[in-house]
C-alpha cells in the first residue's frame, strides 16, 4: 500500500463572498496530477455568500436559521437541535455555524456541495493543467461516540465510496459487503493538518489509489437513503 502524504495549504487568508477559490488555491499550492484537494465547507460558504446576518448580542438567534435549513427535526435536547437537512445530512443545528465566521453572521452549508467541489476542481484543472479530485469537508458529530470528524459534504473527480464487494481479504474470504467511505477517511485525514483554529483552510493528500480518481457525489453514494435507514 503506498504512503500518503498530507500538505496543508497555508496563506489563503480570509475568503470573502465572491471569492474564487481554485485562484486562491493555485496561487498557494504546487499541485501534481492524482492530488485530492480538501477545501472545508466555511470557506466555500463564505465564498458562496452563505452568510446570513444575525443578532450579535442574542446567542440564540442563529436557532430560526436552523428550523428554516430543516427538512425533518429528529432530536431535541436543551439548545441541541439534530436535523435532516435538504441534502440528506444528518448533522447537528442543519449544519448552521458561527465559529470562524465574523460576529453577527452565520455560515448555512453549500446549497449543493458536490457541485461546489465541480466548480473549484475544473477551476484548478485549468489553472494547474493537473488531472485531480476535490473534496468538500465539514465536521460532524457521531450518534455513538464522542468527538468531532470531517467528513466529505461534496465530491468531484474522487470517489466518495469504494465496494470491495467481491475481492478477497488478507485470508482469501470473499468480502460481500465490505464498501468503504474514502472521501471521508481523506476528509478527516486532511483535518489533521488544517485543525479548527489554525487559518489553514485547505489540503492536498497525495499518494491516493488512481483508481479511486473518478465521477462521484457524496448526495449520491454517501448518503443513506431512507428505506435502507434503521434508525429515523
Not at 19 to 26: G, H, K, P, Q
Not at 31 to 41: A, I, P
Not at 72 to 87: A, C, F, S, W
Not at 137 to 155: E, H, K, N, P, Q
Request: charged share 25%; with cysteine.
Amino acid at each position: 500500500m503506498p504512503a500518503l502524504t498530507i500538505i496543508p495549504v497555508e496563506g489563503i487568508g480570509e475568503v470573502a463572498p465572491g471569492d474564487n477559490l481554485a485562484d486562491l488555491i493555485a496561487e498557494h499550492a504546487a499541485l501534481e496530477n492524482g492530488d485530492v484537494v480538501v477545501v472545508t465547507q466555511k470557506i466555500v460558504s463564505k465564498a458562496e455568500g452563505r452568510l446570513v446576518p444575525i443578532d450579535p448580542d442574542d446567542p440564540l438567534s442563529h436557532k430560526a436559521l436552523v428550523e428554516q435549513e430543516a427538512v425533518r427535526v429528529l432530536r431535541r435536547r436543551g439548545d441541541l437541535i439534530i436535523t435532516e437537512t435538504t441534502h440528506g445530512f444528518v448533522c447537528a443545528n442543519s449544519g448552521v455555524d458561527l465559529s470562524n465566521v465574523e460576529k453577527g453572521y452565520a455560515a448555512l452549508l453549500p446549497i449543493d456541495s458536490d457541485r461546489s467541489a465541480r466548480r473549484i476542481r475544473d477551476g484548478l484543472k485549468g489553472k494547474a493543467h493537473v488531472d485531480l479530485g476535490v473534496i468538500v469537508s465539514d465536521t460532524f458529530g457521531r450518534a455513538w461516540r464522542r468527538g468531532l470528524t470531517d467528513v466529505a459534504i461534496g465530491c468531484a473527480g474522487i470517489a466518495a465510496l469504494v465496494s470491495l464487494q467481491g475481492t478477497a481479504d488478507a485470508l482469501g474470504r470473499i468480502l460481500q459487503v465490505t464498501e468503504v467511505a474514502v472521501a471521508d477517511e481523506l476528509a478527516s485525514a486532511a483535518e489533521l493538518v488544517m485543525g479548527k483554529s489554525s487559518g489553514v483552510p485547505v489540503a492536498i493528500v497525495r499518494g491516493v489509489d488512481p483508481e479511486w480518481l473518478r465521477d462521484a457525489s457524496v448526495r449520491e453514494e454517501l448518503v443513506r437513503p431512507p428505506a435502507e435507514d434503521l434508525f429515523r
